[in-house]
């Protein structure tokens, strides 16, 4: 690999390559050392294809969730099982591997630049900027954005955009996979949000059972299926189908609710 060489968004690859390094390293601890990872599915990572490979999944904290995904992927790439044991993985990191996140949150600091630089595709929401609800058209440049990335690589997904439980996913989701035709592999997360901040970037409670599970790619008409088949059909791969509610109980549902209300109040006075 030439020491410039860019990947398709102008990033210099071995500045990303020890951009990865860097970020393993120093979060490898949050999740094997002060938490406790449980692991389901590295046997599936092994087996897709090297490019066009769109992961969803529920989401938890702006950060750790995908951070603690590029220790996975590459831990199950390196031949480990269900495991993050050994940091060593991260030394030759897949560098087309993607995430999707809201350009907003990662202009906001040096820090967010970075993670932005190690593999952020950055679209502009469509439903909230500044801390305010808003209703905007979705940027066509931002899907071709996904669709350069997916077939760079693989790309990392949280179509509900939030945070906060059991929300419904956006559509945009379901054109990009309609129109790229992507494998979809869906993974569910659990323990971020009791274990990380919001942000993911500061541990609030040690000793937190966190679980990621990588399941079987989804089986996907991607020229029979509407746009709202193939939203329910994420919906129960991720667990965040209405449907869920039913069996948790409303009294962790308003707890979850007042956390993160709790959480906006807070970050609006540290501004």
């Not at 469509?126 to 808003?134: F, L, N, Q």
């Not at 509610?245 to 007042?258: F, H, M, N, Q, R």
């Amino acid at each position: 690999m030439g020491i410039f060489k860019e990947n398709p968004f102008g990033h210099i690859l071995f500045l990303k390559k020890w951009l990865i390094r860097l970020i393993g390293i120093v979060t490898h601890s949050r999740y094997k050392r002060f938490n406790s990872l449980e692991i389901e599915g590295s046997d599936i990572i092994r087996s897709l294809p090297e490019r066009n490979v769109l992961f969803v999944s529920n989401h938890q904290t702006y950060f750790a969730d995908v951070v603690a995904m590029f220790h996975v992927f590459n831990a199950s790439l390196k031949g480990r099982d269900n495991s993050i044991k050994n940091v060593g993985y991260i030394w030759n990191p897949k560098l087309n591997m993607y995430y999707v996140a809201a350009a907003e949150t990662m202009k906001k600091s040096l820090l967010t630049k970075i993670f932005a630089y190690a593999g952020s595709v950055s679209v502009e929401r469509t439903w909230r900027a500044e801390g305010k609800d808003i209703n905007r058209q979705v940027k066509m440049s931002d899907i071709s954005s996904i669709g350069k990335a997916l077939n760079d690589g693989w790309v990392i997904t949280f179509p509900q955009g939030t945070t906060t439980p059991w929300k419904p996913l956006r559509k945009g989701t379901a054109h990009i996979i309609k129109k790229y035709k992507p494998v979809v592999v869906p993974v569910v997360i659990d323990g971020f949000r009791r274990s990380f901040d919001k942000k993911g970037l500061r541990i609030k409670k040690k000793g937190i059972l966190q679980s990621i599970v990588i399941k079987e790619p989804l089986d996907i008409d991607y020229e029979n299926e509407s746009f709202d088949a193939i939203i329910e059909k994420l919906e129960y791969a991720i667990e965040q189908h209405p449907s869920f509610l039913k069996v948790i109980s409303k009294k962790d549902l308003l707890a979850y609710e007042e956390e993160n209300e709790l959480r906006r109040f807070r970050n609006r006075h540290k501004i």
